[in-house]
Every structure is written in structure tokens, then in C-alpha cells.
């Protein structure tokens, strides 16, 4: 089993940044690739960003590719987000996710998810 807990999410104006960040426990973090999810009000789930467990790989949405990044450090069992050049179409709640030695885009790639985290963009 695999615990994921999110945190860094808030309220910010549009252009601003915040620093998402997802530490997880139990089984070994660097056996999972790790993808970041967000849900609007309304509507699904959709995928940000993921990367592969060695951090070697990564991926985004065209919504949100040049603005934010994506990392892990296997030694702290933490995923980050970078955002940045945040928009008001960016409030959401972000979650992270966790598959065994894999990666995908869909929800229902993912094993494991953490309880979500609010960021809100205002203009």
C-alpha cells in the first residue's frame, strides 16, 4: 500500500507560481512512476504531468507544457509541480497519483492517489 499526501496548493494571482508537492509512504517510491491529475468544478479529472520513476522521462498536457514542471527526488519519496505563469483556468484541485513501474496519461493508469490539494488562480 501506498500513502500520498499533497501539499503547496493555495490562492494566487494570475502570473504567479506555487510549488506543489506530494510525499508519499510505504512501499518503495522509486518503483512508481508518478503523474499529477487536477478536477475543476464540474468537470473530470484530467492529466497535468507525469514522470517515470527515475525521473528520467516526463510528459504534460498542452495546456500546461513551457509552464510547469515536473520532478522527483527518490531520496525524499517527495513529486513536485512546478507552476508557473499561473491562469485563472488552472483553479482546480490538483492531485498526484502513483503507478507501479509504469506511467499514462489516464486516470485509470494510476494505482494510488493522495487526497488533493486546492490551488485557485485569481484574475
Known amino acids: 500500500q501506498v500513502q500520498l499526501v499533497e501539499s503547496g496548493g493555495g490562492l494566487v494571482q494570475a502570473g504567479g507560481s506555487l510549488r506543489l508537492s506530494c510525499t508519499t509512504s510505504?512501499?518503495?517510491?522509486?518503483?512508481?512512476?508518478m503523474g499529477w491529475f487536477r478536477q475543476a468544478p464540474g468537470k473530470e479529472r484530467e492529466f497535468v504531468a507525469a514522470?517515470?520513476?527515475?525521473?528520467?522521462?516526463?510528459y504534460y498536457a498542452d495546456s500546461v507544457k513551457g509552464r510547469f514542471t515536473i520532478s522527483r527526488d527518490n531520496a525524499k519519496n517527495t513529486v513536485y509541480l512546478q507552476m508557473n505563469s499561473l491562469k485563472p483556468e488552472d483553479t482546480a484541485v490538483y492531485y498526484c497519483?502513483?503507478?507501479?513501474?509504469?506511467?499514462?496519461?489516464?486516470?485509470?493508469?494510476?494505482?494510488?492517489w493522495g487526497q488533493g490539494t486546492q490551488v485557485t488562480v485569481s484574475s
Open positions: 510505504g512501499r518503495t517510491f522509486s518503483s512508481y512512476g
Open positions: 514522470i517515470s520513476w527515475s525521473g528520467g522521462n516526463t
Open positions: 497519483a502513483a503507478k507501479f513501474y509504469g506511467l499514462g496519461n489516464s486516470r485509470y493508469d494510476y494505482d494510488y
